[in-house]
């Protein structure tokens, strides 16, 4: 069925014959397929009789020598799944299976994309960035520690490069235009995190997304914040330069040195909030965080200190 529709991804029309003579199958296969791409992928086909089939937008599919073409300089082998349940599920099968980290796990789309906090991640075909890079940590707790949030730096700032830039960060880790979520992190740890493990830094961005009933928070994508579309190959590899950036400085650094740039981002700076921890409710106002990525409430004029990953905020009406 991929095949079919490498074979249409430029946009123009092709006629059911010669679709047919480059796949070797009959032209009511080539229908059958068709099909198949609408009713799987959500995708839009034009049939014109005479002209043939034509995708009603041009498509441009992940690509690992494109990204490695745009970031010569990252050099992890990159799996690209055309489709699979979670990229980060995928990932942990891979250490399962004894792969060296790096690397890195991308798919077209997911079928059970997860979220945080037992969400779902809407991800439609070729439409948005799933990401899971792999690293395989030796050095103990020092270098998880805020390590959720310097990828959340890091994606903000690979969009802020490519012109998103109303980007910002949310504790612990979402990017938001304004209320609106563009991108999020789950991370998700097997091994012993005080000896050697194995982390995989889940994120997905909302690329050219324009339309889903299966979002059920405020979102936007890159490309309702430009008006245009984005190519994934490239926001991949902008990406992994920017993440090799910071995880370097993260390594050598530790997180308290990028505690004030996350601080400087974060868009709910000293506003009045609600933190949420299954049916318990805090209520404070965002004072920032500590070294270690923790968030840090004052609670009726006492600060007091927040971490797990079970954690969500909200804001209050009267912030
Ligand atoms: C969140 O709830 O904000 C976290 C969303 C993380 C989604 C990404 S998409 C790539 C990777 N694979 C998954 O199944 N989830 C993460």
Avoid at 101 to 120: N, W
Avoid at 150 to 176: F, H, Y
Avoid at 215 to 242: C, P, Y
Wanted: glycine share 10%; with cysteine.
């Amino acid at each position: 069925m991929l095949t079919l529709l490498k074979l249409l991804k430029d946009g123009r029309f092709h006629s059911g014959q010669a679709l047919g003579a480059a796949l070797g199958v009959t032209r009511s296969a080539v229908w059958k397929q068709l099909q198949h791409l609408e009713a799987d992928l959500g995708l839009s086909i034009h049939k014109v009789r005479g002209r043939g089939y034509q995708l009603a937008a041009p498509l441009t599919l992940l690509d690992p020598a494109e990204v490695g073409r745009f970031s010569p300089a990252c050099e992890w082998p990159v799996l690209v799944f055309d489709s699979i349940d979670s990229t980060n599920a995928e990932a942990l099968r891979a250490i399962e299976r004894n792969q060296i980290a790096p690397f890195l796990v991308l798919a077209e789309r997911q079928t059970a994309g997860r979220g945080r906090r037992g969400r779902k991640w809407a991800s439609p075909f070729a439409e948005n960035v799933y990401f899971s890079l792999v690293l395989r940590i030796e050095g103990g707790m020092r270098q998880l520690e805020g390590l959720s949030l310097v990828v959340g730096l890091a994606v903000m700032q690979t969009l802020r490069e490519l012109g998103i830039s109303g980007a910002g960060l949310k504790w612990p880790n979402d990017v938001l235009v304004g209320q609106k979520k563009i991108a999020g992190i789950l991370l998700e740890l097997v091994g012993d995190p005080a000896d050697v493990c194995h982390v995989v830094l889940g994120v997905g961005i909302n690329v050219n997304m324009q339309m889903t009933d299966e979002v059920d928070q405020q979102w936007t994508s890159m490309r309702l914040e430009s008006g245009k579309a984005f190519d994934r190959n490239h926001l991949v590899a902008t990406l992994g330069i920017m993440l090799q950036k910071y995880l370097a400085r993260h390594q050598s650094e530790g997180f308290s040195t990028i505690q004030a740039e996350w601080e400087q981002n974060h868009l709910w700076q000293g506003r009045a909030v609600s933190l949420i921890a299954g049916v318990n409710q805090i209520d404070g106002e965002v004072l920032g965080i500590d070294s270690q990525g923790a968030l840090r409430l004052k609670v009726g004029g006492v600060e007091k200190v927040f971490s797990g990953g079970e954690l969500s905020l909200r804001l209050r009406n009267d912030s």
